[in-house]
Structures are given as structure tokens and as C-alpha cells.
Nanobody, 126 residues
Framework: QVQLVESGGGLVQAGGSLRLSCAAS????????MGWFRQAPGKEREFRAA????????YYADAVKGRFTISRDNAKITVYLQMNDLKPEDTDVYYC???????????????????WGQGTQVTVSS
């Protein structure tokens, strides 16, 4: 079965760093896009970053540009989100997602992703 398993969340002070991991399994992901989103109670899922399993290019929400870096390890079938200079407003549950996005589809829309992990809590204290 297809599974996405997040890890690496936790509690950090403002200005600190965390690295989230998302281990994928259950199918071949060539041609897929992996995204990181966050979601708070009562709010919609919000795009943070995305990368393709194959090819070049990474994409970021304006709020995290220069602070977050998405990367992948194709041998381990794992995608990472390195989060630096964390701010209290980054606090949320973070989810990884995978989708076979087509040319006309946007990487920042959660509706375009097919598989989701269970989420990992990130808390940034002031």
C-alpha cells in the first residue's frame, strides 16, 4: 500500500532549526511531485514547498523562501524539509503529499495531490 510517513517534528525556540523527513513507499514515484503543506485547526491546507522526484526545480511559498529548503534522496525514497530561522508563526502540523501533477496543474494546490501522510507537529516558542 502507498504510505507517506513524516518524522522530525518537535519543539524549538524561535531562530532554531528542524529537519522534517517523509519516507515514501508502495509504488514507483517517477513522474510525481512531492509537496509539504501545513494545516491548523479550522484552516485550509497551506503550501510550503514542492519538488519533483525526477527532474530539476524546487518551489516555495513566499513566507518560507530563504529559510526552508526541500530536497530528496532518490535511493531512500525520502523527501526532506530543512527549516531554518523558525518563527512562532511557523507552528503547525506539517504534512507531506505526493501527486502526479499534470502540466496544467499547480504545485501549490492541495487538491492536486493524491497521497498524504499523517502529519508531524512543529512548535516554535518565543
Amino acid at each position: 500500500q502507498v504510505q507517506l510517513v513524516e518524522s522530525g517534528g518537535g519543539l524549538v525556540q524561535a531562530g532554531g532549526s528542524l529537519r522534517l523527513s517523509c519516507a515514501a513507499s508502495g509504488r514507483t514515484f517517477s513522474g510525481y511531485t512531492m509537496g509539504w503543506f501545513r494545516q491548523a485547526p479550522g484552516k485550509e491546507r497551506e503550501f510550503r514547498a514542492a519538488i519533483r522526484w525526477c527532474g530539476a526545480g524546487a518551489y516555495y511559498a513566499d513566507a518560507v523562501k530563504g529559510r526552508f529548503t526541500i530536497s530528496r534522496d532518490n535511493a531512500k525514497i525520502t523527501v526532506y524539509l530543512q527549516m531554518n530561522d523558525l518563527k512562532p508563526e511557523d507552528t503547525d502540523v506539517y504534512y507531506c503529499a505526493a501527486g502526479r501533477l499534470y502540466l496544467s496543474q499547480t504545485y501549490y494546490s492541495p487538491d492536486n495531490y493524491d497521497y498524504w501522510g499523517q502529519g508531524t507537529q512543529v512548535t516554535v516558542s518565543s
